[in-house]
């Protein structure tokens, strides 16, 4: 059984809910914003997910988004599109609650709302009682089955973000089929993992699962990498070899950065993909093939396709409906203290680092690590206060400072970079503990402020985190004047700014104005707006 918060001003959808799909609890209806956060505001840990209607027929006062001085068109636009507004607000104080958007108006389109405010999904209602209940409990009991999943699965962290549950759904479905899947998204955000480790392992397929990275083949090599090639075929080639396809012949075969692929090695391709054969290089014998194909790429591939450097007919053949776009680091900060947990203790069960944790429990007299936990009993502690002793146990201290550092940092390389730095912290602070001739807790290993600000400087880049500018989402909405305005966007995004920088002041003058020690401007405007730092906290 789930609680389910009901956000509606009509009693149609709670009632139909309450009848055809009673295994639930519902609270609400909610009739409006205000009466939705003071459910939330006493009985948040309890909901599941948020059912939420678009069009609300209330009055002018209990509507939010409504502009000063709005006229009877702009009104009826707030009305039919007040759930939006909602869901907005539902996002920046609860980025991680699942909301389902439902409305039985066909004018309005939800798709785009629906992914642009991170909804885990959206109905149309037909006005056939069974035929809505069906489909809503079907959404209810995906968004349910996805909070019940892990937050790691293997070598890949899912964590809680409704963007990475609708990845992960949508890839055990795109694993199963037999079409091939496009991973997208920026560098070092995990590709080759989910290929291996969930389109592969989730494919049912006996077969191998065979990698090539076409950014780091010769351009001439490439056609025989992936197709074979007979002796004699080019200059070394002295014997007859299997190409990627071969080898993967009944299992999955991952291509990163297809974008670099060679004009005559796409028409080869495309050949394959059309006709499940293959052909090696200087020879005429067609071999069959079965092969779930995944392929990654950080660039734009319709980009390409209008450049005339990708081919329109492979592109289309690669199932571009079905692309799954990764998201970067920065845009899964609601994961950030689970996913340094994690990597924290994956790095500490590598052999990498092995030898020092072995060295600091005997040191400290701690029970050795086992075959299926290296670094024996190990706990992360996410504060500033040392916990008390527990015999045989070790603990990562990672103060409040250091994980405010490590927030405030733009990790253009992703989680590839995020793993670097948290290994490379650990090494310093495991090999500092173990140097020391005494006079600290041997069970404490603390990973110091300093030394993941000298880490973070090192792998900085001159420039790279604001060479494009900081962005974030505004709305624009109609006011009587210009200047109000121009007031509302910029309190848009200095509230988008002081909620992705934690409240520090220091932070966002560097962002705004490339120096921190203009903190002290950037809160006299905070406060001009009419901002509160204690109502934004709450």
Request: hydrophobic content about 45%; overall charge positive; charged content about 30%.
């Amino acid at each position: 059984m789930a609680t389910v918060l009901l956000i509606d001003d009509q009693d149609r959808y709670v009632t139909l809910c309450r009848k055809a799909i009673p295994e639930h609890e519902y609270l609400g209806p909610a009739r409006s914003w205000a009466e939705a956060a003071a459910i939330l505001r006493t009985r948040r840990r309890e909901v599941d997910v948020v059912l939420l209607d678009v069009h609300f027929d209330i009055p002018e006062a209990d509507l939010v988004g409504l502009p000063a001085g709005a006229d009877a068109k702009t009104l009826a636009r707030v009305r039919r599109r007040q759930g939006l507004e909602i869901l907005a607000r539902l996002r920046r104080r609860l980025p991680d609650l699942p909301v389902v958007l439902m409305t039985s108006r066909a004018e309005v389109a939800l798709e785009k709302a629906a992914e642009r405010l991170a909804a885990e999904d959206y109905t149309y209602f037909l006005d056939d009682d069974y035929v809505d209940a069906r489909g809503l409990r079907a959404q209810i009991e995906n968004v349910l089955l996805a909070r019940r999943g892990r937050d790691a699965e293997g070598a890949v962290f899912w964590g809680r973000s409704p963007a990475m549950r609708r990845i992960r759904v949508r890839l055990q479905v795109l694993a199963r089929g037999r079409l091939p899947v496009i991973l997208g998204g920026p560098t070092g955000t995990g590709k080759s993992l989910l290929a291996r480790h969930v389109v592969h392992a989730r494919s049912t397929r006996r077969g191998k699962f065979v990698a090539v990275d076409l950014s780091t083949l010769p351009r001439d090599l490439v056609a025989a990498q992936l197709f074979g090639a007979v002796r004699g075929a080019y200059t070394g080639s002295v014997a007859d070899r299997k190409g990627a396809f071969e080898e993967a012949d009944g299992g999955t075969l991952f291509l990163d950065e297809i974008g670099n692929l060679p004009s005559d090695a796409q028409k080869m391709l495309l050949t394959v993909l059309q006709e499940g054969l293959v052909t090696r290089i200087g020879d005429n014998v067609e071999r069959k093939v079965d092969v779930k194909l995944v392929v990654a790429t950080h660039e734009d591939l319709p980009a390409l396709v209008s450049a005339g450097s990708f081919r329109a007919d492979l592109y289309m053949r690669l199932n571009p409906a079905c692309t799954v776009l990764l998201p970067p680091l920065v845009e899964r900060r609601g994961d950030f203290a689970r996913l340094l947990e994690w990597t924290m203790l994956r790095a500490l069960s590598a052999p990498a680092l092995a030898g020092l944790v072995d060295e600091l429990r005997e040191r400290a007299g701690l029970s050795p690590g086992t075959a299926t936990a290296p670094a024996g009993d190990v706990v992360v502690v996410l504060q500033d206060d040392v916990p008390a002793a527990v015999p045989g146990r070790l603990v990562l201290l990672v103060s409040l400072r250091t994980q405010r550092l490590l927030r405030r940092h733009r990790w253009p390389g992703n989680l590839r970079e995020f793993a670097m730095v948290v290994e490379n912290a650990l090494t310093f602070a495991f090999a500092e503990l173990v140097a020391l001739p005494g006079g600290e807790r041997g069970d404490v290993v603390q990973v110091r402020p300093k030394l993941v600000r000298d880490l973070l400087r090192a792998v900085r880049v001159e420039s790279t985190e604001l060479k494009d500018g900081w962005g974030c989402e505004v709305r624009v909405r109609a006011n009587a004047t210009l200047n109000h305005l121009a007031q509302d966007v910029e309190r848009q995004y200095f509230t988008r700014l002081w909620e992705q920088e934690e409240g520090d002041f220091g932070a966002m003058a560097r962002v705004l104005m490339g120096d921190e020690g203009a903190a002290r401007k950037v809160q006299l405007r905070f406060n001009q707006l009419g901002l509160k730092v204690r109502e934004l906290g709450r």
